[in-house]
Nanobody
Framework: QVQLVESGGGSVQAGGSLRLSCAAS?????MAWFRQAPGKEREGVAG???????????SVKGRFTISQDISQDFAKNTVYLQMNGLNPEDSATYYC?????????????????????WGQGTQVTVAS
């Protein structure tokens, strides 16, 4: 069972930046960030596989950057989501997710069906 510990949410003015972090307790092949706003479906924001292949939702391309640090023994990874140019539409609860097995690519990285492990969520609020 992989545990995911998220941090970095908060409140910011429009145009501001936040950085989310998610530490995995064990090896994962793929990690991603999803978000869910009240009354809306959960959506994939950004994903990354162990080979550093990334995918972004169109709504965040050019503003958000996903990256990862892998431990020296290749056992664990921490994934980050740098969010710049935030706007009120980015306000949501952000969830980190992890998947084992083969490396996901493209749209698979943003499909919540592919992920078995989820963090507790961290709130991001962007004021206009």
């Amino acid at each position: 069972q992989v545990q995911l510990v998220e941090s970095g949410g908060g409140s910011v003015q429009a145009g501001g930046s936040l950085r989310l972090s998610c530490a995995a307790s064990d090896y994962t092949s793929n990690m991603a960030w999803f978000r869910q706003a009240p009354g809306k479906e959960r959506e994939g924001v950004a994903g990354i596989n162990r080979g550093d292949v990334t995918t972004y939702a169109d709504s965040v391309k050019g503003r958000f950057t996903i990256s990862q640090d892998i431990s020296q023994d290749f056992a664990k990874n921490t994934v980050y989501l740098q969010m710049n140019g935030l706007n009120p539409e980015d306000s949501a609860t952000y969830y980190c997710a992890a998947a084992m097995g083969g490396w996901l690519r493209g749209g698979q990285l943003l499909s919540d069906d592919e992920y078995s492990f989820w963090g507790q969520g961290t709130q991001v609020t962007v004021a206009s």
